[in-house]
């Protein structure tokens, strides 16, 4: 399914030897670099040096990308937000580096990493370390050799997911689930499906539960969606009848679940703003080398300012928002370390804002550099059709663009709230 036979090479060899990972990588850590401690550099020029000797020789393809798990999770990159194992940076500025290292190398890869590797263990890491059975989870997800996904979305219940028709059924022995849930990223290949349920679709704030189901459960089915954008990773329907989940599988009880749905999704957004970014630098980074190569009219295309000036106002929007990714990174600590409300309203809105921004920007700078560099930019000699296609679903995952713009309109109105009225 979706297999694509590669097509002819039709670029100038002695422009395509330039055009290398490492050579993109060259150019962005010098931009980057200023940004970053000594220490964040000396951990992205490792990452990078894994990608370039570890994964990128790996890459087929032709070929799911699930294969580069366990070499990822050799090298303890498949999260780095969470303390985990060998290695000592880790945060959400670490991790942001890891998804702009691996999606320049790979985009589809990070979409799958971030899903098992992020979004998947976070909430374990945040709520149930302690418990040998998630502890377990999380070494078999980590070191890449299993799969997890997260079961959210309904077919009826999209943007309004917590209005969700999913029902968990409560027994002295666990809770059975039964519902279908689509776009599940990694679902027809998971081992580990975080799945939300509520035990009174009335109330579903009050009754959501989040529990981990496996793969054999009885009851539990996979299919897989036709999504062209991103061949490599399965997405798919996940359907849950009457699957009973134990006790130590259960992450949140009753009503818990429904915190989680939500302090969740900022972590997922910010990881999301990562690999936004990569695919940019992957896209810009590649078009400024090859127009710096391509001859036309007697000169390399680069030089003739119709060129060159789209491109730099491309990269000064790029930095802008590199910078402020790597901002809502810092910010993302106060989230973790003081989860008071206001810091995490004012998370919710920062990582909704940055996402939309960043998301967004890289359909842009994925469009408009493929267009700069000509046709041999929509052929798969280069990379940048993959990264166009990862692009374009960049702002629909984790929410569309109107989520994000109702949940920072939702924090702003509640700042209204705290002007004394009386006054104005
Ligand atoms: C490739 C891919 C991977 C995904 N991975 C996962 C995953 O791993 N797990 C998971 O659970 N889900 C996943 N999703 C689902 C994704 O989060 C949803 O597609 C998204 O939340 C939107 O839901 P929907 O598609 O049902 O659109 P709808 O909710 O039907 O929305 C359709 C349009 O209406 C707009 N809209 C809806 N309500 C409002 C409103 N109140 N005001 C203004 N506009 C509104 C939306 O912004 C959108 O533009 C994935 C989706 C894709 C495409």
């Known amino acids: 399914m979706f297999k694509e036979a590669p097509g002819v090479q039709i670029i100038d060899p002695e422009i395509k030897k330039h055009i290398t990972t490492r050579n993109i990588y060259k150019i962005f850590n010098q931009f980057i670099y200023p940004q970053l401690s000594s220490e964040e550099y000396e951990f992205l020029l490792e990452v990078e040096e894994f990608m370039l000797t570890e994964i990128e020789p790996k890459i087929d393809l032709t070929e799911d990308v699930y294969e580069l798990f366990p070499i990822l999770g050799k090298g303890n990159y498949m999260q780095r937000l969470n303390p985990f194992g060998e290695g000592k940076h880790f945060g959400m500025r670490y991790e942001l580096l890891l998804a702009m290292a691996t999606s320049i190398v790979d985009p589809e890869l990070d979409l799958a990493r971030v899903v098992s590797g992020l979004i998947f263990t976070n909430p374990i890491f945040q709520n149930r370390k302690d418990n040998p059975k998630m502890d377990q989870i999380l070494r078999d997800v980590l070191s890449g050799e299993k799969i997890g996904c997260i079961c959210i979305t309904e077919p009826k219940q999209g943007s309004d997911a917590v209005n969700m028709k999913t029902i968990a059924e409560e027994y002295p022995t666990g809770i059975t689930v ?237 700042m209204l709230k705290k002007l004394d009225w009386e006054q104005i």
Not at 269 to 291: E, K
């Open 178 to 414: 039964t519902g279908e849930k689509i776009f599940t990223t990694n679902g027809p290949k998971a081992d580990y499906f975080i799945v939300y349920a509520v035990t009174d679709i009335k109330q579903p704030r009050k009754t959501m539960y989040q529990a981990i189901a496996e793969r054999g459960f009885e009851g539990l089915e996979t299919a897989r969606l036709g999504i062209p954008a991103v061949p490599r990773v399965h997405i798919g329907q996940t359907k849950f009848n009457q699957v009973h989940i134990p006790p130590e599988n259960i992450i949140a009880g009753r009503g818990k679940g429904y915190e989680h749905l939500f302090s969740g999704l900022v972590a997922e957004r910010g990881d999301i703003v990562g690999s936004s970014l990569g695919v940019s630098w992957l896209s810009l980074i590649t078009a400024f080398l090859y127009t710096n190569l391509r001859v036309q009219f007697g000169k390399p295309i680069y030089n003739f300012e119709a060129v060159s000036f789209p491109m730099t106002e491309l990269f000064s929007e790029l930095m802008a928002a590199t910078s402020l990714g790597l901002q809502m990174g810092t910010e993302y600590r106060k989230f973790v370390e003081h989860p008071e409300y206001k810091f995490i309203r004012y998370n919710a809105a920062l990582s909704s804002g940055v996402k939309t921004i960043a998301s967004k920007l890289s359909h842009k700078i994925a469009y408009e550099a493929q267009h700069l560099c000509g046709g041999i930019a929509y052929t798969d000699n280069l990379r940048m059709d993959r990264a166009l296609n990862v692009s374009r679903i960049q702002e629909v995952i984790g929410g569309s663009r109107n989520i994000q713009r109702f949940l920072i309109g939702r924090v702003l109105k509640d």
